[in-house]
């Protein structure tokens, strides 16, 4: 093996052990984000004000939740789901890179071609670079998506002290004894939807600023972080919807009454939360107001009884 195809090969374990590392370490923040999206609240909110001197009532953060998973499951079960969430992540990065080179290699020949005759502008280089994104960002999220159902669903067991989804081999009997083959998809359609227009949105957003605002290359730096950060506060409902359509109809408590309703479809799972005012909800990890049934008591709000979940902001 020459040298430089051994550097490439330790860069790229590298790189693989890095991600698993920070997937690692931030799971447990993951772990709660994903509970408050499918709506469940353990802990009720406490009488407070806004910046504004307004009276609220304010919802525990990330790291209060985080401290009551680990209370009630202890430090290991902070990492309920790891496991399907590295395998799923490491499929999906392996799938990007096949499916980027094979695309590549189909477009080899093409590029030599267009060189050998034209220089190619930017213009005509964005919109390659945005097909090949696009192309291979899909086939990823496909290919990787069921080992996300059963990461969810794994850590959706947290609302019913549950333990159906148990183990990785014995969670993709579970899906597909529950749900057949298309269990393994649930909550597909909102999340490919919400990375194309994610994609779409950074990309084209970043190429017009570069193109036709910024011309300082120190600006320029700035601008393709800026507007990831853009397209994805957009695009957040429709992770929100990919993880309730995940949990519904699993057979676990967390996508059944009374925390969750009956979702025929994504869409009507969009129109439910939209008209709750519930399609950001976890957006937001320190600072969290409830926003659902309440009366006012002494000129404080007081949250009124819902069962056991909370609707949240």
């Avoid at 059963?150 to 009997?173: C, D, P, W």
């Avoid at 359509?245 to 939360?273: I, K």
Wanted: charged share 15%; proline share 5%; net charge positive.
């Amino acid at each position: 093996m020459s040298k430089p195809k051994e550097m490439n090969k330790n860069s790229y374990y590298t790189t693989y052990a890095t991600r698993i590392v920070l997937n690692t370490a931030s799971h447990p923040i993951e772990y709660a984000k994903v509970l408050i999206q499918i709506g469940f609240e353990p802990i009720a909110p406490k009488p407070c004000t806004t910046f504004l001197g307004k009276p609220a009532l304010k919802l525990p953060n990330i790291f209060d939740y985080i401290r009551h998973i680990k209370k009630v499951d202890g430090f290991v079960g902070l990492y309920r789901g790891l496991v399907p969430k590295l395998c799923g992540n490491i499929v999906c990065a392996v799938a990007s890179e096949k499916i980027l080179k094979n695309y590549d290699g189909d477009c080899q020949n093409e590029h030599e071609d267009n060189e050998q005759t034209q220089v190619v502008d930017s213009k005509q280089k964005f919109i390659s670079d945005l097909k090949r994104e696009v192309i291979s960002r899909t086939g990823s999220i496909i290919i990787s998506h069921p080992f996300h159902v059963i990461t969810i669903r794994m850590m959706a067991q947290f609302v019913g002290n549950e333990t159906k989804y148990n183990g990785l081999f014995g969670s993709i009997h579970e899906v597909y004894k529950q749900n057949g083959v298309m269990g393994f998809f649930s909550g597909l359609v909102p999340r490919v939807i919400g990375d194309l227009i994610f994609v779409l949105l950074a990309s084209t957003l970043t190429y017009a600023l570069n193109s036709y605002v910024f011309e300082e290359a120190e600006l320029q730096v700035y601008t393709s972080a800026t507007m990831s950060f853009l397209a994805s506060a957009i695009t957040y409902p429709f992770q929100v919807v990919s993880n309730c359509m995940t949990v519904s109809n699993s057979g676990l408590a967390a996508g059944s009454m009374p925390f969750m309703p009956f979702y025929t479809s994504w869409a009507d799972c969009w129109f439910d939360l939209s008209n709750r005012g519930q399609l950001k909800r976890g957006s937001s990890l320190l600072i969290r107001y409830y926003t659902g049934p309440q009366v006012i008591i002494s000129g404080r709000p007081v949250p009124l009884p819902k069962g056991d979940s909370i609707n949240l902001s």
